[in-house]
T-cell receptor, first 116, second 113 residues
Framework: GAGVSQSPRYKVAKRGQDVALRCDPI?????LFWYQQALGQGPEFLTY????????KSGLPSDRFFAERPEGSVSTLKIQRTQQEDSAVYLC??????????????FGEGSRLTVL | GQQLNQSPQSMFIQEGEDVSMNCTSS?????WLWYKQDPGEGPVLLIA?????ELTSNGRLTAQFGITRKDSFLNISASIPSDVGIYFC?????????????FGKGTKLSVKP
């Protein structure tokens, strides 16, 4: 597709459930990022892939969060045993370049997670 | 960790007015970027700045990369209704395994009632 596609757009989970959020980046983009955006805040970095390699996962808040990009294109962010504080919009972004990443990111519309 | 302070947090605009917002950091960045986010959408890149002191324009938008590399401002001239939204500054240091952007908390632009 023309842009970054995320699904689902909205997800309601009961506390303790596992969720999986999908990101389909722009075709050919080397870098892929996941960000978490709480209500009224700016996006906060979670993790970064260059092709299939996860080069930085320093932003993942706990070991309940796991991300993968096995073939260097589609990525999945998985949250296990969801808690209320996980409620946020999860944004995926991609960038054409790899090692010389300029910070020019193309964002998807986000997946809004609500944990009850 | 690194934090960016954006001001003002919110502002009301009347069509035709000029708007100014800025962003400061406790640490230096190699790149400053400005993004705009509309409700229910992801942020969209407006302007990217790569050199200290650089002044760049994109239509009615003008942004500058501070000489100390710790600040940036964004000006919008002759605002129009579609300028409403949330503007985020972001700092970036490229290279190596660290590819992430650090975002400010945003400046919310609304139409003056």
């Amino acid at each position: 597709g023309a842009g970054v596609s995320q699904s689902p757009r909205y997800k309601v989970a009961k506390r303790g459930q596992d969720v999986a959020l999908r990101c389909d980046p722009i075709s050919g983009h080397v870098s892929l990022f996941w960000y978490q955006q709480a209500l009224g805040q700016g996006p906060e970095f979670l993790t970064y892939f260059q092709n299939e390699a996860q080069l930085d996962k320093s932003g993942l808040p706990s070991d309940r969060f796991f991300a993968e990009r096995p073939e260097g294109s589609v990525s999945t962010l998985k949250i296990q045993r969801t808690q209320q504080e996980d409620s946020a919009v999860y944004l995926c972004a991609s960038s054409l370049r790899g090692a010389v990443n300029t910070g020019e990111l193309f964002f998807g519309e986000g997946s809004r997670l609500t944990v009850l | 960790g690194q934090q960016l302070n954006q001001s003002p947090q919110s502002m009301f605009i009347q069509e035709g007015e000029d708007v100014s917002m800025n962003c400061t950091s406790s640490s230096i960045f190699n790149t400053w970027l400005w993004y705009k986010q509309d409700p229910g959408e992801g942020p969209v890149l407006l302007i990217a700045l790569y050199k200290a002191g650089e002044l760049t324009s994109n239509g009615r938008l003008t942004a500058q990369f501070g000489i100390t590399r710790k600040d940036s401002f964004l000006n919008i001239s002759a605002s129009i209704p579609s300028d409403v939204g949330i503007y985020f500054c972001a700092g970036h240091n490229y290279g190596g395994s660290q590819g992430n952007l650090i975002f400010g908390k945003g400046t919310k632009l609304s139409v003056k009632p």
